[in-house]
T-cell receptor
């Protein structure tokens, strides 16, 4: 089955640094989603993007829907220790019955 | 409280012994889905359901069955489990499959860790 190419696989940063991760696909998506998963828990939706070129923020998080509709990035500014976790991108091609495709995740470690 | 409840949370069993993982949501959501999560592979969709009696295959449906007889329940059935089905499984629900926005996100359960020996 198709998956999204998410990079980097892991990141080790110092508290206060900015973080950037991205997802690419050979297919066009109509929706891009970014999730965060804490250890032992299910993923939680952070940001949802619906239009090419859309730039959306949620607190210190900013995500963009690429113009080509084949990519998206997530930025986290001024990272804090509780940002630690695995971040997943996900894409959906059409409304209605189309399934959700996930990236393999970016594991973020923040050193205090 | 809005919840997706999976049971059991942990299960160790043997090859070939049929098992069912239950999933229940209390939000009257139409869309429900099962995923498996494996190291280095992220989340892969097994099956999803748009509404009662409507189910569709996801990316990795082989070896699994589902049913949606009522809106709130979406059990995952492994008729003859094999070791390659050892994984962490998540059930999720949302009001609709699309759009998924912060006002109607896809809620995930806490996961079920299955070990098939």
């Amino acid at each position: 089955g198709q998956q999204l190419n998410q990079s980097p696989q892991s990141m080790f940063i110092q508290e206060g640094e900015d973080v950037s991760m991205n997802c690419t696909s050979s297919s066009i998506f109509n929706t891009w989603l970014w999730y965060k998963q804490d250890p032992g828990e299910g993923p939680v939706l952070l940001i949802a993007l619906y239009k090419a070129g859309e730039l959306t923020s949620n607190g210190r998080l900013t995500a963009q829907f690429g113009i080509t509709r084949k990519d998206s990035f997530l930025n986290i500014s001024a990272s804090i220790p509780s940002d630690v976790g695995i971040y997943f991108c996900a894409g959906q091609k059409q409304g209605g019955s189309e399934k959700l495709v996930f990236g393999k995740g970016t594991k973020l470690t923040v050193n205090p | 409280e809005a919840q997706v409840t999976q049971n059991p949370r942990y299960l160790i069993t043997v090859t070939g012994k049929k098992l069912t993982v239950t999933c229940s949501q209390n939000m009257n959501h139409e869309y429900m889905s099962w995923y498996r999560q494996d190291p280095g592979l992220g989340l892969r969709q097994i099956y999803y359901s748009m509404n009662v009696e409507v189910t569709d295959k996801g990316d990795v449906p082989e070896g699994y069955k589902v049913s949606r007889k009522e809106k709130r329940n979406f059990p995952l059935i492994l008729e003859s489990p094999s070791p390659n089905q050892t994984s962490l499984y998540f059930c999720a629900s949302s009001l609709f499959a699309q759009p998924l926005d912060l006002n109607q996100p896809q809620h995930f359960g806490d996961g079920t860790r299955l070990s098939i020996l």
